[in-house]
């Protein structure tokens, strides 16, 4: 059973657009929601996360946005630039209920001048 | 800080044959998790453990797969037989907490 759901499967933007992933959860005890981004040949690398008590966080240029009563949090990625072309996953976890970190099956994203 | 270390990088076996792969977390971080990372795929979660202890296992085969963690530090999984749909990327990390969880590069199996 897939916990963590992720769309789309590919992603093509034009540099300086703006890259955007949705991913959706059912299971209530996850409460930490990182996003991480995987090179080719590289272990994935944590670039931001959130929590559900807040409905956005922002750092640079990436935005993970959050809703709760719909289960659903996304990734904006502004100003996409072509060194931002990698694969990402969501991933969701939870302390209570011994709830490890899962992952979406994440999306590949091509970033063209 | 070192990263998460992992070796080898790559392996290459026969099907049937068995296999081990080693993994050194970051120093402190009592979180160890194995993942199996099909080509195209997300990672999929085979064991973690607290310390030396397991937490989960669930979606560890473990007809053919084991694990264990020595003295709560480095940790080897194991695959012995193994089959042609076990050729992924095998990827370790760790985390202080449930949370931050730091990837090594992993080890790329291919069972032929």
């Known amino acids: 059973q897939q916990q963590v759901k992720q769309s789309p499967q590919s992603l093509i933007v034009q540099k300086g657009g703006i890259s955007i992933i949705n991913c959706a959860y059912e299971n209530t005890a996850f409460d930490y929601f990182p996003w991480y981004q995987q090179f080719p040949g590289k272990g994935p690398a944590l670039l931001i996360a959130i929590r559900p008590d807040v409905s956005e966080k922002k750092e640079g240029r990436f935005t993970i946005s959050f809703n709760k009563s719909a289960k659903q949090f996304s990734l904006h990625i502004m100003d996409s630039q072509p060194g931002d072309s990698a694969t990402y996953f969501c991933?969701?976890?939870?302390?209570?209920?011994?709830?490890?970190?899962?992952f979406g099956k994440g999306t590949r994203l091509s970033v063209i001048a | 800080e070192a990263g998460v270390a992992q070796s080898p990088r790559y392996k290459i076996i026969e099907k049937r044959q068995s296999v081990a792969f080693w993994c050194n977390p970051i120093s402190g971080h009592a979180t160890l998790y194995w993942y199996q990372q099909i080509l195209g795929q997300g990672p999929k979660l085979l064991i973690q453990?607290?310390?030396?202890?397991?937490?989960?296992d669930s979606q560890l085969p473990k007809d053919r797969f084991s694990a264990e963690r020595l003295k709560g530090v480095d940790s080897t999984l194991k695959i012995q037989p193994a089959k042609l749909e076990d050729s992924a990327v095998y990827l370790c990390?760790?985390?202080?907490?449930?949370?931050?969880?730091?990837f090594g590069q992993g080890t790329r199996l291919t069972v032929v």
């Open positions: 991933a969701a976890s939870g302390n209570s209920g011994n709830t490890p970190l899962v």
């Open positions: 990390a760790s985390s202080i907490d449930r949370d931050q969880a730091f």
């Open positions: 453990f607290q310390n030396n202890g397991v937490v989960d």
